[in-house]
């Protein structure tokens, strides 16, 4: 797994250790946390659509694009999903989101254009947590598509790259998730509850 602050605008500290990594600790609040003043917005047809939600939850998982693994994920952090949509909340609190999407071309793009209506102000009120990017196929990601998936994950507060699933493949939902995703959920807990913190 890999996980990521914005590598455009954050600054790497001097006294971290050579051979600390984002595996084994959480780093800090990345410097984009809200849409910044300037940013051009998408063309209409490259937003999602926002949608008024009924119900509460402590998490909404928006997936970028059909395929995403926006259900899986919900069910893997007790999120609830949105079916590609930005929610909007019945009682106009500001609700937080995590984005999904596949590593293959369609999906970062897809995943770029959301981030972009994010972070341009196009999108409703939320508070991203993230970009989630699923692994599209077993083995190992092209580098071409590694690469990009570095630079669509630098338009996020941070993004985590996960590994494919073989048991999700066959509708085999009880297999417990690896190493990886283990620490994704707790990644995903953690800045959760410091967020829900910090807001009251």
Same mark, same amino acid.
């Given at each position: 797994?890999? #996980?990521?602050?914005?590598?455009?605008?954050? !600054?790497?500290?001097?006294?971290?250790?050579? #051979?600390?990594?984002?595996?084994?600790?959480?780093?800090?609040?990345?410097?984009? $946390?809200?849409?910044?003043?300037?940013?051009?917005?998408? =063309?209409?047809?490259?937003?999602?659509?926002?949608?008024?939600?009924?119900?509460?939850? =402590?998490?909404?998982?928006?997936?970028?694009?059909?395929?995403?693994?926006?259900?899986?994920?919900?069910?893997?952090? %007790?999120?609830?999903?949105?079916?590609? %949509?930005?929610?909007?909340?019945?009682?106009?609190?500001?609700?937080?989101?995590?984005?999904? %999407?596949?590593?293959?071309?369609?999906?970062?793009?897809?995943?770029?254009?959301?981030?972009? #209506?994010?972070? !341009?102000?196009?999108?409703?009120?939320?508070?991203?947590?993230?970009?989630?990017?699923?692994?599209?196929?077993?083995?190992?990601?092209?580098?071409?598509?590694?690469?990009? !998936?570095?630079?669509?994950?630098?338009?996020?507060?941070?993004?985590?790259?996960?590994?494919?699933?073989?048991?999700?493949?066959?509708?085999?939902?009880? =297999?417990?998730?690896? %190493?990886?995703? #283990?620490?994704?959920?707790?990644?995903?807990?953690?800045?959760?509850?410091?967020? $829900?913190?910090?807001?009251?």
């Amino acid at each position: 797994m890999q #996980q990521s602050l914005n590598p455009w605008i954050t !600054s790497p500290t001097a006294d971290t250790p050579d #051979q600390e990594t984002t595996d084994t600790y959480m780093p800090p609040a990345a410097v984009i $946390s809200a849409p910044l003043k300037g940013m051009v917005e998408p =063309a209409a047809t490259d937003r999602l659509a926002r949608r008024t939600m009924t119900g509460s939850a =402590a998490l909404w998982i928006i997936g970028a694009h059909g395929g995403a693994g926006e259900s899986r994920i919900a069910d893997l952090l %007790c999120g609830h999903a949105t079916d590609h %949509c930005w929610p909007v909340l019945n009682d106009g609190s500001e609700p937080q989101v995590l984005l999904v %999407c596949r590593a293959d071309m369609r999906g970062l793009t897809a995943a770029r254009s959301a981030l972009t #209506q994010w972070v !341009s102000g196009a999108a409703p009120k939320a508070d991203l947590l993230g970009l989630a990017i699923l692994a599209d196929a077993p083995g190992k990601t092209p580098k071409a598509l590694r690469d990009f !998936s570095t630079i669509v994950g630098g338009g996020a507060p941070r993004f985590w790259a996960l590994p494919w699933v073989e048991a999700w493949r066959h509708g085999d939902t009880t =297999a417990q998730p690896s %190493c990886e995703y #283990q620490r994704f959920i707790t990644d995903i807990a953690t800045l959760a509850a410091d967020t $829900s913190n910090t807001a009251h």
